[in-house]
């Protein structure tokens, strides 16, 4: 069975420009959380997705942003990059609030 | 601010001994506890989780939870090199939000 995937693996973006990162969720997962892993850094929580619909968000600016698909896939948008939001972004996916299966992340690097 | 502390280590032990690693909680209620692996440059992987007090083994991997003392520990028997790695406590949010809160870890050395 297919765990999360993430993709893009690594990103490279310069400052002011958009970075869409994507997540498929494990097979009947229809949560999916967000987290920012600064260098050296805790998990930070962006987001969580659930059935479609933004459950709860952390204490991210508003330029931080996604989406969940019909089929549980999300999408992370992060507009007008800042050299800070250098990171390993991580995709995790649970079902029913149970144990959190993480992704491989997808490392931005803001120029 | 619910949070979950650990302290960051390092925390250095010889191969074959026993690992130990701890975490509180400020949020009484939290009823999931979780602890992952994270090696440098990788994405965290679950080892073990734990709902109840008391102990749960798997494997060298025991996890304890007292709730009354608001903290879980990871427990690692005959330590190795592979084990040395950052270990992160997690703890879900109670109010109804299904929020993952993590510790900021543990960096765990296994010295050959």
């Known amino acids: 069975e297919a765990g999360v995937t993430q993709s893009p693996t690594h990103l490279i973006k310069t400052r002011g420009q958009q970075a869409t990162l994507r997540c498929s969720p494990i097979s009947g997962h229809t949560s999916v959380y967000w987290y920012q892993q600064a260098l050296g850094l805790g998990l930070q929580f962006l987001l969580w997705?659930?059935?479609?619909?933004?459950?709860n968000r952390g204490n991210f600016p508003p330029r931080f942003s996604g989406r969940q698909f019909p089929n549980y896939s999300s999408e992370l948008n992060v507009n007008a990059l800042e050299l800070e939001d250098s990171a390993l972004y991580l995709c995790?996916?649970?079902?029913?609030?149970?144990?959190?299966?993480f992704g491989e992340g997808s490392r931005l690097t803001v120029l | 601010q619910k949070e979950v502390e650990q302290n960051s280590g390092p925390l250095s032990v010889p191969e074959g001994a026993i690992a130990s690693l701890n975490c509180t909680y400020s949020d009484r209620g939290s009823q999931s506890f979780f602890w992952y692996r994270q090696y440098s440059g990788k994405s965290p992987e679950l080892i073990m989780f734990i709902y109840s007090n008391g102990d749960k083994e798997d494997g060298r991997f025991t996890a304890q939870l007292n709730k009354a003392s608001q903290y879980v520990s990871l427990l690692i028997r005959d330590s190795q090199p592979s084990d040395s790695a950052t270990y992160l406590c997690?703890?879900?949010?109670?109010?109804?939000?299904?929020?993952?809160?993590f510790g900021t870890g543990t960096r765990l050395k296994v010295l050959a």
């Open positions: 997705y659930d059935e479609g619909e933004e459950r």
């Open positions: 997690a703890v879900r949010d109670t109010s109804g939000t299904y929020k993952y809160i």
């Open positions: 995790a996916s649970s079902l029913g609030g149970g144990e959190l299966f």
